[in-house]
């Protein structure tokens, strides 16, 4: 066996793991965290520790495929440079566009990114991380010179006030989080405030919990601005010596938010809440503001991000330990992407597409006299040209934008006219792959070889653990094939990533000295990197220069930034609330995020069925008292409409939303779900200097969605549903669920379970079969025994309470049931006698909430670590430590 | 001075108040007991087992000769202490062989008789019902050399006799004038499921049909012919069509009978003197069959007996809780249902279990269990309670335990 250390492929924390190939030809691992990896320390999420089960070959694409039909790999690439050529030819290089992501690696962004703005010569080249980051991107630039992310994970460690700004870290950054959580642990003073408009599981360890109302960030941040001025709290000298523009900043922000009564009634907050946030911040020198996508994706994403960034400024709170603008990206390669150039509006090694000195460097260093000079389309503008037809051919990798992107049905119709839609990416089914003309097999996780950076600019390998599977091919590879047949031969005849790290980390090196202009990314110590060094490459964090091979741990120490003055600017900000706000039609502000134990479109991390216990269905959380008003009860199917589209969900209330506020988590996709894609009901605003979507502020008004009937089927072999509006599949240990509703009334369940259910030939074999029905009361459940082991169950009733899948799911480990399960079966509860452990909330070591329950009941069980010193739960990962809590008698 | 009780009828209705009264009042009287079979008290439900090879005569012996001699009871048992008559001026009972016994209480316990249907040429050789000791008995001895039984009447005990016989390796048909066994205890639904279970051990069905004539060789029977036209051969024909209660004895001393002995609810007859259970009664029109009603009427005759006078039977649910050649079937009140009714169903083909729940509004009126009757005390209660079930609907058919953890 061989145990291979590799880096995490899901959010932007970047955990080391280290991952013992159990059987290669089963694609069988054992997955651990690396205990060395300076981010994480040998922990792991439940994503991370399930990643063994997402690289089987199931789902997997294999091979080249044109217009449906397997290829070889020639052709497929021959095609894909002949159309890109031709059109490039009778429409000019514009007409062309990359739409690639943050999940690449940095070899393979390298690449892409250099075909597109160095060879084709334009920046239509734009990245999923758009959608992600793009803002705190633009702050950073805006403020400092430079995309420079200033701090590190031991900043949060030694901080005395850590602000989680539109960020639910607890869920999206579970490894950060968990070291925020150890931190107040040991320091008691540590306080923690969430910002955020909802109460998420990172409230669970926060001090203050300010529910600002959605999109007002900016304003609160203005107004921690003019209180530091007005409390003698601003570092005068620090400000004189190392910034500009403080004066403008400043009478902006006391303009707008000169006092807490005013930042209270702009933000939807009390004046006691803003009084001791503002308090907190002005005397406290350690202090991190951790940002996120709630910030981010925001139409004055980018203002919000200065906003935050202005306050440290102006204390000096930068550069030292335990203080910082801390921006959380999501992706685990975001970084690497903004550091090739991998988006629209930048060029590579961090430098600039608008300066003329930067594109020549770019030039002579690729030996190309067409690198682009101006800016591409963003994301959400280029697949509007995609729609009007300005783009005719697009070429995606690694991402599902029919699914990610707002006024996604949109996106979705302006790829099935498009002239050439080319897709690689490591999964065949994807809404995305739907559509593509080409069909290009990308190695996955477990198989690429080449370098990540998280969000603390640490650069890390992800190892290849399995050889490619099927015909696939890196994505470095396939995009220098077709570099090299549009006749760019010697520009990318690479052998190797690590060719194409080393030649990333000389760009990076490049007349990058005091004499041209210091840049901040500078990789001048990897530029001899060999074969055997980039193999052996530990976890560092950039610039690594010759002078400073271990890496810099910490930016802006030295009060020096990289503007041409080497000083920071204050941005004056104008607070400015989403564009589209509630009105009488659309009466909802809906948000958007991610869940504990999903990543993305969960193409992967759907296949990994301890992933999908925790939130198995699409869902709209919102407040008892909306969902009263309206007449929604939990667990129906309300439809979320805005102007742009529409999604189905389950309701669920939660008194942690604001009234007024929705929530819908961003993972279903068409392919698992009928009408789960909330990126179609998203509106396609966009911040005006990042073009970062505004995804967590949509009007929408919500009404319950008419059905007549809800069905559950629990399946081992996957089924093709017919005869259901709403489907949503999810996938089990050992089994396939389905959850059905319709509009349509009754029908004849027996006929219509046999027919999707059954083999043929056992369609009127009674022996196979279970039922049960009351059929005025509209109820039938059945169950598909063709032999001993159970095939299938369906449960169909008139309204939304059928079985929970926990002790139903587990009947398919067995090979025979007893009596006393069959007997039950149909009631989906257990016998007398047999645990169900209800639905999962620990998803480490798979423990139910009704085990929980009972184990709290029993014991009198008063914590949480007696509650994971009893059956291990929340002493994995720790993100289900809040959830936990809840179980505990409540103290009064 | 103790008082005399008199019992005819030496089986379980009667012995069993004999039984409740020792326990109760064990010095009240000097009692007598005349039986026409010459055994003890036997359990009759267990004579299939006798004919199954699975127990002997000894095993199902509820009171052994040993029992009414430690117990002081006086036993008269045989065909010759069959009882004739009843002088009810001088309170005597008379059996055939002139043994005589006075009384100051009366208790007839004659239980029933098979319905020997009138069918030409039946009075051969080979032809009898299924009822007693001498019935089995004579079932085993042909049994073991004849090959061909027919058995008339698909109910409980025509389908106990058919599988007795078939354990016993003879070939056996079963010919039943319904088209449905046991139609008075199930639904066609679930008499299609036991039918299919019987039909797979081998056992051969001719429903909707019944026996025209007999045919015999030297006085023996030797076919059937059937209504349908058929003929099938037949060295035995158990007449298993039903029963009637026993009440010969009681019309001839003048006591009130209609189908059977008329009682009151303290199991008392037209004469105070003298008192009934049993399958030989009658209570507010209502006959008995099954064994659980009958022990509560032997329970309040037993009270009544010994001097409490508040003791009064009640007629329980019609519930039927039996045991089919090893298959458990329940059944109780309107199973059928009428059209204000409510279904609801759960079938396992596989397992052999159909259970059936019949609701009017929120109501349970009717239930079949056929394979799994764990649950019945709980639906009887139901039943019984006319317990409102609307929130529990969807649990019901699956039996206390979810219900309990519904709650």
Known sequence: MNTIKTTCPYCGVGCGIEATVEDSAAHRLTIKGDANHPANFGKLCSKGATLGDTVSLENRLLYPQIRGQRVDWDSALNHVAERFTKIIEQHGPEAVAFYVSGQLLTEDYYVANKLMKGFIGTANIDTNSRLCMSSAVVGYKRAFGADTVPCNYEDLEQAELILLVGSNAAWCHPIAFQRIRKAKENNPNLKIVVIDPRATASCDIADLHLPVKPGMDALLFNGILAYLQQNGRINQPYIDMHTEGFELALNEAVKTAGSIAQVAAGCGLSSEAVGTLFDWFASTENTVTVYSQGINQSSSGSDKCNAIINCHLATARIGKPG??????????????????????????????????????????????????????????????????????????????????????????????QCELVVVSDCIAN?????????????????????????????????????????????????????????????AFNYQSSAEIFREHA??????????????????????????????????????????????????????????????????????????????????????????????????????????????????????????????LNAHTLAQVQSRWGNMLARVELNPGQQIGSLFVPMHWTGQISSHGRMGAVVNPVVDPHSGQPESKQTPVKIKAWPAQWYATILSRQPLQITGAEYRVSVRGDRYFRYELASTEPGKDWRAWSRALLADTGHLDDDSCWLEYSDQ???????????????????????????????????????????????????????????????????????????????????????????????????????????ELKEFLPKLS | MKLKLVVIGNGMAGMRTVDELIQTAPDRYDITVFGAEPHGNYNRIMLTPVLFGAKSIADIMIHDFD????????????????????????????????????????????????????????DVEGVLGFRDIADVETMIEKAASKRHAVILGGGLLGLEAANGLLQRGMQVSVINRADHLLNRQLDRKAAAFLQRQLADKGIRFHLGTTIQRIDSRDRHISAVELSDGSALPADMLIMSTGIKPNISLAKRIGLECQHGIVVDDSMRSSDSAIYSVGECVQHRGELFGLVAPVYEQAKVCAQQLSGQADSQFKTLSSATMLKVTGIDLFSVGNFEGDSDCQ????????????????????????????????????YLNLVKDKTPIAAIRDRLMFGQTPLANAA
């Open chain 1, 776 to 882: 005025q009361a509209g109820y039938y459940r059945t169950a598909y025994l063709p032999g001993r082991e159970l095939q299938a169950c369906l449960f169909v009733g008139p309204d939304c309470e059928l079985p929970e899948p926990g002790w139903l799911g587990s009947l398919f480990a067995k090979t025979e049931l007893s009596r006393a399960e069959r007997l039950s079966l149909l009631s989906g509860l257990p016998p007398k006698g047999q645990a169900d452990i209800g639905r999962i909330v620990c998803s480490c070591f798979n423990v139910g909430e009704k085990t929980i329950q009972q184990a709290v009941q029993t014991h009198q069980f008063q914590s949480v670590a007696d509650i994971s010193a009893c059956l291990s739960a929340g002493s994995g990962c720790g993100s289900c430590v809040a």
């Open chain 1, 430 to 490: 994807t809404d995305t792959a739907e559509l593509a003309h080409v069909l290009l097999p990308a190695t996955g996780w477990s198989e690429k070889d080449g370098t990540v950076t998280n969000l603390e600019r640490r650069i890390s390998r992800q190892r290849p653990l399995f050889p490619a599977s099927g015909a696939a091919k890196h994505d470095w590879w396939i995009i220098s094939q077709v570099g090299q047949r549009m006749g760019f031969k010697d």
């Open chain 1, 323 to 416: 203080m910082g603008p801390f921006s959380f990206t999501g992706q685990p390669n975001a970084m690497g992407g903004r550091e090739v150039g991998g988006l629209a509006n930048t060029l590579a090694a961090h430098m600039d597409l608008e300066n003329p000195e930067h594109v020549d460097r770019v030039g002579r260093f690729w030996g190309s006299d067409k690198v682009a000079d101006k800016q591409g389309l963003k994301a959400v503008a280029m697949f509007d040209a995609i729609a009007a037809g300005q783009i005719k051919a697009v070429w995606i990798m690694a991402t599902n934008p029919v699914v990610s992107m707002p006024d996604a049905d949109k996106v979705k119709r302006a790829l099935q």
């Open chain 2, 67 to 122: 029992w009414y001699l430690k117990n002081r009871v006086t036993l008269h048992c045989g065909p010759d202490k069959a009882v004739v008559n009843v002088d009810r001026e001088h309170r005597c009972v008379i059996a055939q062989d002139g043994t005589c016994a006075f009384y100051d209480k009366l208790l007839i316990a004659t239980g029933s008789l098979p319905l020997m249907l009138d069918i030409p040429g039946r």
């Open chain 1, 506 to 631: 000389q760009l990076s090196a490049f007349e990058n000295d005091a004499e041209h202009q210091v840049r901040d990314f500078n990789l001048s110590a990897f530029t001899g990197i060999d074969r055997q060094g980039f193999d052996a490459l530990q976890p560092v964090q950039w610039p690594v220069t010759t002078e400073q091979t271990t890496g810099t741990a910490r930016m802006f120490a030295d009060g020096r930034y990289f503007t041409a003055n080497r000083k920071a600017r204050f941005i004056p900000i104008t607070p400015r609330p989403p564009v589209n706000a509630p009105d009488a039609d659309y009466p909802f502000t809906l948000n958007t995020g991610r869940l504990r134990d999903q990543w993305h479109t969960m193409t992967r991390t759907g296949l990994a069925a301890k992933l999908n216990a925790h939130r198995p269905e699409p869902f709209v959380e919102m407040h008892p008292i909306d969902a009263d008003k309206l007449g």
């Open chain 2, 343 to 378: 279904i609801l169903q759960l079938i396992d083909h596989e397992l052999g279990v159909y259970k059936k729940i019949v609701l009017r509004g929120n109501i349970v009126v009717g239930v079949i269990l056929y394979g799994d009757t764990s649950d019945s005390a709980w």
